[in-house]
């Protein structure tokens, strides 16, 4: 990370309670299985910091350590240009493409499903499972990271405005790590950047149900 400038972390678990705690920083921030927590901090110069999962955790419980690299901002652009590889977001792309969700989300008069460019951040309108489309039922919700990630395993549960309930639900399908890298992906997409379709990915070995609630 680089010296001087705020950084968030958006964080989750696969499977149990964990921590993340950096002593120097004084920042500790459970991490939940399911959901998305955040902690920021600003380190205000370079260096090298432990790191811990300050919750026991189960085996291994020990081994659960890292470190925090700061380094000055020319440094860290050096770094990225040379040495960073395989960001979040462009590997979410080859998650996007691997299970086909261009044939829906395509951003064209033809989609079957929302625009996903500049969605995050975003206020959403949307109904519940059971109510009719008309406008006085829409509710509203702001797309962040939890948003987006239950849209993805619970499609049924928030119906965006002018659209069906016609999403698969992906529990099963796609692993945590997978949703990550497609949340980081949604992130960043801007607009004319719905990737095309291409048939170089292998598709999912199964059909998820059309059975959102279920």
Known sequence: MP????????MTSEDVIHSFFVPDFRVHMDVLPGRYTSVW???????????FCSQYCGT??????????????????????????????????????KYRCLSCHSADQDARAPALEELYGKVVHYRL????????NWRTILADENYLRESILYPGAKIVAGYDDLMPNYRGQVNEEDIVKLIAFIKGMGRGQTPRRVEEYPP????PPINPQK
Do not use: C, D
Request: charged fraction near 15%.
């Open 3 to 10: 010296a001087g400038q705020p950084f968030k972390l958006i």
């Open 41 to 51: 901090f600003q380190a205000i110069r370079p260096g090298t910091h432990h790191l």
């Open 60 to 97: 291994n419980h020990s081994g659960m350590i890292g470190r925090v690299v700061v380094l000055e901002p020319a440094e860290y652009q050096k770094w990225l240009q040379l040495h960073a590889e395989g960001s979040l977001a462009l590997e979410g792309r080859k998650v996007f493409l």
């Open 204 to 207: 999912p070995i199964t059909t």
């Open 129 to 136: 499972a059971g109510e009719t489309s008309r406008t006085q």
